[in-house]
């Protein structure tokens, strides 16, 4: 299918079949460019990162785990400048269109991604998530989108920005396919269904009141399929400060993983790559020393609210997506609107998958659920509940 919201790499696409007969035949993905495809650069959005690396000589393993698995790849989809984006803005490539609401960002890094999935150019496709970058784009597109257990999924060949929030993360249309996509994943099937249901009180009042009255019929029809529901603090320190402790650990490693190829190369960068590589370059010890110590008590909360059988639902981003071309200094706060409800991901490692359902002024906006860690599987077994239930 043609490229008509400029989703993918620009220049030849790669096409690559699947093995015959696997689970996923007749399944096709597309990949972020930050993962490997043997024979082809890897971009990683900038068009200066692939002229001083090498091209790959193997797929990453998350491409290969789906072509082995029968998926055909279509194409490498655009990306933010070296994963450092949450809107899908490309100074290099452009902005990939959202097919849901044309006026307005994908969300990103993964916006290529996203993109593709919502336009039906592929079935499925491979994004990252380090600070949000498939559940961002997952709401913002209409999309389910899953952020895995941090470590869960193999992230050999793929680009890192924070090593420590990094994971690999994947879309779909409709429960069905991601069901399907996630256990060749996660090489683990669907369920068992959680009994418990956590409604986090703070971050429904921390989302414009559009999206949380907006989110309650799904809200509602979560809280019949679990059964057992209750009001909670995700947060209790704040979830801004949950945002500001991501926000200072992730620069820092940000800037430890392209400090030697920034030294070395000079490339030519967005003025927002720019900025978020020195805020990590310049980070104080007192503040790093304070980041980890928030992330340890966040771990410790989600341990405390998620035991085996309980998940917790939120919405996944406070607004529908911004529309498109607005000016540094406004997207600064949407930024940090933004951070503050996937701020948790990164910090805990926890599995979250956002649901698609529902829109606000006809824009989508996705409804999030956070298990404990490794409990992948019972998430993907709600989407396809939610999904039955619709």
């Known amino acids: 299918m043609d490229d008509v919201v400029n989703a993918f790499v620009p220049g030849p696409r790669v096409r690559i079949p699947g093995r015959a007969g696997g ?88 916006s290529g991604s996203a993109a593709a999935v919502a336009a039906g150019i592929c079935d499925t496709a491979l994004g990252t998530d380090t600070g949000g970058s498939v559940r961002v784009p997952a709401s913002f597109c209409g999309l389910y989108g899953i952020r895995p257990t941090h470590g869960r999924v193999d992230t050999t060949g793929m680009l890192p920005q924070a090593p420590s929030s990094d994971t690999t993360g994947w ?43 907006a989110l309650k019929p799904m809200v509602e029809r979560l809280g019949r399929i679990v059964g057992d529901v209750r009001e909670e603090i995700l947060a209790p320190q704040g979830l801004s400060v949950w945002a500001r402790a991501q926000r200072t650990l992730q620069p820092v490693e940000a800037w430890a993983t392209f400090q030697p190829w920034v030294e070395s190369a000079n490339p030519r960068m967005a003025f927002s790559v720019v900025a978020a590589l020195l805020t990590g370059a310049q980070m104080p010890a007192a503040d790093r020393a304070w980041a980890a110590m928030m992330r340890l008590e966040a771990r410790g909360r989600l341990r405390h609210l998620l035991p085996p059988g309980t998940i917790l639902c939120l919405p996944t981003t406070p607004f529908p997506a911004p529309l498109r071309g607005l000016s540094q200094p406004v997207l600064q706060t949407v930024k940090d609107r933004i951070s503050c409800l996937c701020a948790q991901g990164g910090l805990t490692g926890s599995p979250q998958v956002s649901l698609p359902g529902a829109t606000v002024k006809g824009a989508p906006v996705g409804l999030s659920i956070i298990g404990g860690r490794g409990t992948d599987a019972a998430l993907i077994a709600v989407a396809q509940a939610m999904e039955a239930a619709a």
């Open 171 to 213: 879309f779909a249309r409709n429960a069905q396919t991601f069901a399907k996509v996630s256990t060749v994943m996660l090489g683990e099937a669907p369920g068992p269904l959680p009994t418990k249901l956590l409604v986090a009180v703070d971050a429904f009042g921390f989302a414009d009141p559009e999206v949380s009255e």
């Open 23 to 110: 689970p996923l035949s007749g399944l096709s993905f597309a990949a972020k460019d930050l993962f490997d495809v043997a024979g082809v650069p890897t971009g990683g959005g900038n068009h200066d990162w692939a002229k001083f690396n090498p091209v790959p000589e193997r797929h990453g393993w998350a491409v290969q785990t789906l072509l082995d698995a029968g998926a055909e790849l279509v194409g490498k989809t655009i990306t933010d400048e070296v994963s450092l984006g949450i809107l899908g803005e490309n100074a290099f490539d452009g902005t990939p269109t959202n097919t849901a609401a044309p006026d307005r960002v994908p969300g990103g890094s993964s």
